[in-house]
């Protein structure tokens, strides 16, 4: 299942500058960590 999430110009910023933070490359990498972090039990 695949879902889209727009993200205003600031809030992208932010999140690409912790997505780098964390030694992922884009903004989909961290939020994808996030997401199987979240999932688990």
């Given at each position: 299942m695949?879902?889209?999430l727009?993200?205003?110009d600031t809030p992208?910023?932010?999140l690409e500058q912790i997505?780098?933070?964390h030694g992922?490359?884009?903004i989909d990498q961290?939020?994808?960590e996030?997401?199987?972090f979240?999932?688990?039990p």
């Open positions: 695949s879902q889209t727009t993200i205003p992208s910023a932010h997505a780098h933070m992922f490359a884009r961290l939020l994808e996030w997401q199987a979240v999932a688990q």
